[in-house]
């Protein structure tokens, strides 16, 4: 007899999975999910794919988060359902996000039976929650979890899938009923923190492309740990010109990321550091004078490759209203 902690439109997969495996299923994702809870609070939310490739121990083997070569994960210690999806930073799927806040995942290749496919549609049906690995660089992915996949489309050969809330998570087998992809209100909760991701992804995304740009240093006072730089934008972003772009981005240590955007220092169309006259003149401890006063006249560290360097009109525009203000 089918226990009431599966669903209904799960019948069909009574044989496929039992109580034992379904509860396995989920201790696997919980301990994923604390162990990514874990490596994010460290500072980075972007992860190393090395990182994720070795994920964490589990009974004397090693449970990764993540295949080498294939988007739809599922590790050893799993049977059928996966455990994570990847969309690689140049991989040769078009996922992506959809205008109504769902994301679209392609199956893989084109065989609808494909045993990775049937793994993610039985996910669906018992509505376990995944890991998605957004490719943000070569090597470096932003996970987010969980996920859901809420639609499967044959005829397209892809899925729609949806983010939720972290603490939707529950330990208790079954307790994740409210979690129904008929249910309006879960439906609005998901679809606002779909946009959210998105919204994080192109931001993550930006940062990885500037950063690694500028050889993962400041470009003012060349500082190279990677947890205290940022990504400032030169035309900021919520102006119509502020585009995620490299060119119009610099890679800034968090001291030195604030101190462009309050105007405390400019960088000319000649990619020199000006101070603030007033600054100059102030009398302050060491950290002012050594770390914004002296910056006064350097010459900006620029990338390698030309394309990624400052635009110029760029740094006019933004050096004007340094100099106004």
């Given amino acids: 007899m089918r226990q009431q902690w599966l669903h209904t439109e799960s019948v069909c997969n009574l044989v496929a999975m039992d109580q034992q495996e379904f509860e396995h299923h989920w201790l696997i994702r919980r301990l994923a999910f604390e162990w990514l809870e874990q490596q994010t609070n460290r500072g980075e939310d972007v992860l190393p ?6 994920g964490f121990g589990f009974r004397g083997r090693r449970v990764g988060l993540m ?7 599922k590790p050893a210690v799993l049977t059928q359902c ?21 994301l679209l995942y392609r199956y893989r290749g084109t065989d609808p039976e494909h045993p990775d496919n049937r793994g993610l549609r039985l996910a669906m049906e018992l509505r376990l929650p995944l890991i998605y690995l ?10 987010v979890w969980p996920v859901y996949v809420v639609n499967d489309n044959p005829g397209g050969l892809c899925f729609t899938v949806a983010a939720d809330y972290r603490h939707t998570i529950v330990d208790q087998v ?19 923190q779909t946009a959210a991701v998105q919204r994080r992804v ?36 919520q102006d119509d010109h ?20 309050r ?49 110029r009109d760029a740094l006019e525009w933004r050096y004007r209203e340094f100099r106004r203000a």
């Fill in 49 to 54: 794919r090395d990182v994720l490739l070795r």
């Fill in 67 to 73: 295949s080498p070569a294939q988007g739809i994960f």
């Fill in 82 to 102: 996966p455990l994570s999806i990847t969309t690689a930073p140049k991989g040769p799927y078009n996922d992506g996000f959809l205008d109504d806040h769902y």
């Fill in 134 to 143: 957004f490719g943000m660089a070569p090597g470096r992915y932003l996970p």
């Fill in 174 to 192: 079954g307790r994740h009923l409210e979690a129904a992809n008929d249910d309006l209100e879960v439906q609005i909760r998901r679809r606002y």
């Fill in 202 to 237: 192109h931001q993550r995304a930006f940062r990885e492309r500037v950063l690694r740009a500028y050889d993962e240093q400041c470009a003012m006072c060349r500082l190279r740990h990677r947890e205290l730089l940022d990504a400032s934008h030169i035309i900021p972003d």
């Fill in 242 to 261: 502020g585009e995620p772009t490299v060119s119009n981005g610099l890679s800034l240590c968090k001291i030195h990321h604030t101190a462009f955007d």
């Fill in 263 to 311: 105007g405390i220092v400019g960088v000319s169309p000649n990619f020199r550091v000006e101070v603030r006259q007033d600054i100059l003149e102030e009398v302050d401890g060491p950290m002012l004078e050594h770390g914004i006063k002296e910056l006064h006249g350097s010459a900006l560290q620029l990338p390698r490759k030309k394309r990624d360097r400052p635009d």
